[in-house]
């Protein structure tokens, strides 16, 4: 059993920040890829970054590399995602993400555990 909590969505002009944060509870958080996954209305559920249990080997959308950066803190149970240069097109709800392996897919069926998403707002 793994929780995931989701904070720090908003509105924002484009071109501003946001970072994200995703609480984890679970004793097996820190062998968990990460990932952050984003959906906008009408459209389906994509990733945006993932991250591996040791942080050594992350994964970044096209559309969001060199903006987002995906880190983690398995210390606090803790995985982040910092936004940059946000575009209208970023808007959507922002989910965070937990699998007990890398499986080389980055489906959203390929994650079991799921929190229950931010909205995150970026105006033209």
């Known amino acids: 059993q793994v929780q995931l909590v989701e904070s720090g969505g908003g509105l924002v002009q484009a071109g501003g920040s946001l970072r994200l944060s995703c609480a984890a509870s679970?004793?097996?958080?820190?062998?968990?890829?990460m990932a952050w996954f984003r959906q906008a209305p009408g459209k389906e559920r994509d990733i945006v970054a993932a991250?591996?249990?040791?942080?050594?080997?992350?994964y970044y959308a096209d559309s969001v590399k060199g903006r987002f950066t995906i880190s983690r803190d398995n210390a606090k149970n803790t995985v982040y995602l910092r936004m940059n240069s946000l575009k209208p097109e970023d808007t959507a709800v922002y989910y965070c993400?937990?699998?007990?392996?890398?499986?080389?897919?980055?489906?959203?069926?390929?994650?079991?555990?799921w929190g229950q998403g931010t909205q995150v707002t970026v105006s033209s």
């Open positions: 993400a937990a699998g007990p392996y890398y499986t080389g897919s980055y489906a959203p069926n390929a994650f079991p555990y």
């Open positions: 679970g004793r097996t958080f820190n062998t968990y890829t």
């Open positions: 991250i591996l249990w040791n942080g050594g080997s992350t």
